[in-house]
């Protein structure tokens, strides 16, 4: 009984070492992490031929559907609130001067029934993207509106202004509706 004993007492030191041998071994523990972080290791980067198959390769589509329900969301919220709807009288009053883009003065705001009649196709638009109901249409029904009237008045729009029109940009040719 006391050999049995002294043998796990053995087992359990030589467990010991292996674990505090693996914990000093960076390779393939730190391998390991960069593949549960990022999900590739890095020598599948290591070459132009393994960056194409990684880029290429399938992967799950829930991810870009959550990123275009989530922005189609904010772009819902933002409608109203940072992009003018709700002060739409305002900012639209015939004869308010306003400052312009360089080299856009030719662009002048609509009559403000047809400002209203811009702002909900972009609201709708963008209640498309967020359910993805007619994809594709619904991205351009919000695409066209929003970079209009973010050119029409420059003082009152931010730098992520410009981000929130470039992804739109880019998700009218992704196939975000598929699942």
């Given at each position: 009984?006391a050999v049995?004993?002294?043998?796990?007492?053995?087992?359990?030191?030589s467990d010991?070492?292996?674990?505090?041998?693996?914990g000093?071994t960076?390779?393939p523990s730190?391998a390991?992490?960069?593949?549960?972080?990022l999900?590739?290791?890095?020598?599948?980067?290591s070459?132009?031929g393994r960056l194409?198959?990684?880029l290429?390769?399938?992967?799950?589509?829930?991810?870009l559907a959550v990123?275009?329900?989530?922005?189609?969301?904010?772009?819902?919220?933002d409608?109203?609130?940072?992009r003018?709807?709700?002060?739409?009288d305002?900012r639209?009053?015939?004869g308010l001067d306003?400052c312009?883009?360089?080299l856009?003065?030719?662009?002048?705001?609509l009559?403000?029934?047809?400002?209203?009649?811009?702002y909900?196709?972009m609201f709708l638009?963008?209640?498309g993207?967020?359910?993805g109901?007619c994809?594709?249409?619904?991205?351009?029904?919000?695409?066209?509106?929003?970079?209009?009237v973010?050119?029409l008045?420059?003082?009152?729009?931010?730098?992520?202004?410009y981000?929130?029109?470039l992804?739109?940009?880019?998700l009218?040719?992704?196939?975000?509706n598929?699942?």
């Amino acid at each position: 009984m006391a050999v049995s004993a002294g043998s796990v007492r053995a087992r359990s030191g030589s467990d010991k070492v292996q674990k505090d041998k693996a914990g000093q071994t960076s390779g393939p523990s730190q391998a390991s992490h960069m593949r549960k972080l990022l999900g590739f290791h890095w020598t599948d980067v290591s070459s132009w031929g393994r960056l194409v198959t990684l880029l290429n390769r399938p992967t799950d589509p829930a991810s870009l559907a959550v990123f275009r329900f989530l922005f189609g969301l904010m772009m819902v919220l933002d409608i109203p609130q940072e992009r003018g709807l709700s002060s739409l009288d305002r900012r639209y009053l015939d004869g308010l001067d306003v400052c312009r883009f360089p080299l856009l003065d030719a662009l002048q705001p609509l009559p403000l029934d047809w400002m209203y009649l811009v702002y909900t196709i972009m609201f709708l638009g963008a209640v498309g993207m967020m359910v993805g109901l007619c994809y594709r249409i619904s991205c351009v029904l919000f695409l066209l509106p929003y970079w209009y009237v973010f050119l029409l008045d420059k003082t009152s729009w931010n730098n992520h202004s410009y981000l929130y029109g470039l992804l739109a940009f880019q998700l009218t040719f992704m196939d975000a509706n598929h699942y």
